[in-house]
RNA sequence: CGGGGAGUGGCGCAGCGGCAGCGCACCUGGUUUGGGACCAGGGGGUCGGGGGUUCAAAUCCCCCCUCCCCGACCA
């Protein structure tokens, strides 16, 4: 390809919107553009790249067997509300309405899926089975930024895997995530495969691959010492003694507390009115609501973030409302389960100290409320989300918080959608109807060149890992065009290299020097040739290695095998 | 959805009642070619949209739209 046919034109400065150093470096070299608030076009540059991430994809899932299929963009609302999708997930489902019916435009496709092959899958025979596609995927995000990191349109590799019973499901899951640490792998960035929540998709065992990165918007746990790494959403911590905190136990007692609706307000007001209180001895009380709509108080330290258990939703104001025993601000667990209320205890509460907490009336709060004496849990449970610094769970070591960006997740779904939908069932060998075990794998295809960009630049631009580089090499050409030695030297080399069926790019336009290097690394192609006047009277080219800066000094002779020796 | 900020040429910005500007990019000619050149000439804007105030509105007022940032559960 020849750089002045190219279509793409660099910026000497980011568009104002760009915040995130990915999406200023995308932009500004070329690869990507913006249509919309969270949609992005892909220019040349960018489909190349994300090809390769594509390629990538496809040789490790066919590697296991997967098989690619293409299913449908556009749902018909039908396989939504089988699921009850269409309300669960209402918020983040963009839908058409269009003469012909409704349609969802998928943000995800296990209905899409299941309704596809479900015919295929009809005996044991036939299973397992692992079908897989890439495809555009749709999000009412809340709020899309950071480019290509979050979107309401993007590029989603995702697979399915059916399977007769537990056992097998949990062997097929093995075999893809060993094919995405393939992935990743080469792809060449960080990346760590952390435990995490299910969410809204739904089912058990799960992973999600996250890549460290100063944008991240999501956090896991890391134990350097025995590399336990879990989602904030699912880690929990090891025991923790409360050997700091002395307070007697008094007799419980409430005390007037006006306008004291959380637990600094409450802790100023007792401080400042002669009351030992503290966070740390104060009990966060939070309403949740499970899925059958039942209500639970979760309590934790009041220095601590509640950590809501998978299945439990925070209340909104309806609930409150809809449940004259709750007081906003005023909330404690005295009396809670007389009124059909759950109680739940994170693990660190103490049955020894005298805690400060809601005394379920507005304006009041309880001192010295002492678990097992003044009131019981129903449940013991870790609660609270981790913090830096807090014991692993499974060794002597210390938890650090990782600031990452998610680029895979991988599901042991289980029966989730099995149960759900009709069509998700075989014969087994008994004769019996059985529905599938079900694992899924989505990687965010359109994100990864982001990722990568995050953690892959410098001053100058964009870095790629040669697997991802949108050609294998760049010839600069200096002077190219009124140079005569430089302009034979450079398509001698081009054309030697096209020869080899090297992916080579020819930086033929008639720029300054200083222009064209600026260009190759902000762009970032992992090989740069440099051809100069200078070079060229001695018969040399320079070879620039765009990730360790290194460069070699080559004959022009030599260097179409010498570049052939760093591509094998 | 709540709070904050911003919309002026492809990109970055200035102008804030009186002829719409600058840098980059683009076009023509010439000079230049190892780190974002130089000289000369040129094209491109219903100043986000609508309404209002005024002799006069990019500029003041009202409504709407779009974009960016922060938050959206701790009771």
Redesign the pocket.
């Known amino acids: 390809m020849l750089m002045s046919k190219l279509v793409v034109?660099?910026?000497?400065?980011?568009?104002?919107?760009?915040?995130?150093i990915s999406?200023q470096l995308l932009?500004?070299?070329g690869y990507i553009?913006?249509l919309?608030?969270?949609?992005y076009s892909f220019l040349p540059l960018g489909l190349r790249v994300l090809r390769k991430v594509e390629a990538i994809v496809r040789e490790e899932f066919d590697s296991v067997g997967a098989q690619e299929l293409f299913l449908p963009a556009l749902h018909p609302v039908e396989i939504w509300q089988e699921t009850n999708r269409i309300n669960t997930m209402d918020d983040v489902l963009m839908k058409v309405e269009v003469r012909g019916g409704d349609f969802v435009l998928g943000p995800t496709h296990e209905e899409a899926v299941i309704a596809t092959v479900s015919p295929d899958l009809s005996s044991y025979r036939d299973l397992p089975a692992t079908v897989y596609q890439i495809q555009t995927k749709f999000r009412a995000?809340?709020?899309?930024?950071?480019?290509l990191l979050r979107t309401r349109e993007f590029m989603m590799a995702d697979a399915y895997s059916f399977d007769v019973d537990k056992e097998a499901m949990r062997s097929t899951y093995k075999m893809l995530f060993d094919a995405y640490c393939a992935i990743f792998d080469r792809i060449g960035i960080e990346y760590f495969p952390v435990e995490a929540d299910a969410g809204s998709i739904g089912g058990d065992v799960n992973h999600e691959f996250m890549v460290p990165a100063a944008i991240g918007e999501d956090h896991f746990a890391y134990c350097k010492a025995c590399g336990y790494a879990a989602n904030i959403e699912a880690a929990t911590r090891g025991e923790r003694t409360v050997s700091t905190i002395t307070s007697p136990a008094k007799e419980m007692r409430k005390v007037a507390t006006p306008n004291s609706?959380?637990?600094?307000?409450?802790v100023d007001f007792l401080s400042g009115h002669g009351f030992v209180a503290s966070?740390e001895t104060?009990?966060?009380?939070?309403?949740?609501i499970d899925s059958q709509g039942a209500y639970h108080l979760?309590l934790?330290p009041?220095d601590?973030?509640?950590?809501?258990p998978s299945g439990m939703?925070?209340?909104?104001?309806s609930?409150?409302e809809a449940n004259p025993h709750?007081?906003?601000?005023?909330?404690?667990p005295i009396g809670m389960r007389e009124v059909g209320v759950t109680i739940w205890v994170d693990r660190s509460i103490s049955e020894e100290v005298g805690y400060c907490t809601?005394a379920n009336e507005v304006g009041y709060h309880l001192l010295d409320v002492v678990l097992g004496r003044d009131y019981i849990a129903d449940h013991v449970f870790d609660l609270?989300?981790v913090v830096d610094g807090d014991p692993c769970p499974r060794c002597d070591g210390d938890i650090a918080l990782v600031r990452s960006v998610e680029a895979g997740h991988t599901f042991q779904l289980g029966l989730t959608y099995s149960n759900k939908i009709k069509s998700a069932r075989f014969s087994s060998e008994d004769g019996s109807e059985a529905p599938y075990y079900m694992g899924c794998y989505g990687i965010g295809i359109s994100r990864i060149p982001a990722v990568v960009a995050e953690v892959s630049h410098d001053a100058?631009?964009l870095i790629w890992p040669l697997e991802l580089s949108p050609f294998e090499v760049v010839v600069v050409a200096?002077?190219?065009?009124?140079?005569d030695l430089?302009t034979e030297a450079a398509d001698r080399i081009y054309d030697s290299l096209i020869d080899e069926e090297v992916d080579a790019l020819l930086d033929d336009r008639?720029?300054?020097?200083?222009?064209?290097?600026?260009?190759?690394?902000?762009i970032g192609i992992t090989y740069?040739i440099?051809?100069?006047?200078?070079?060229?009277a001695d018969g040399?080219?320079?070879v620039?290695d765009r990730r360790t800066g290194e460069?070699s000094v080559v004959a022009i002779a030599e260097v179409t095998d010498f570049l052939l020796d760093l591509l094998a």
């Open positions: 034109k660099t910026l000497r400065e980011a568009p104002a919107d760009a915040e995130a999406h932009v500004r070299a553009r913006r919309a608030s969270g949609i995000e809340a709020r899309p930024r950071f480019g609706p959380t637990i600094k307000a409450v966070a104060s009990l966060k009380s939070m309403i949740v979760l934790v009041g601590r973030k509640v950590r809501i939703r925070a209340a909104e104001a609930d409150f709750l007081h906003l601000g005023y909330i404690g809601g609270v989300e100058n631009g200096l002077g190219y065009g009124s140079n430089v008639n720029l300054a020097a200083g222009v064209k290097l600026k260009d190759a690394d902000l740069q440099v051809v100069g006047a200078r070079g060229v040399n080219v320079e620039k460069a």
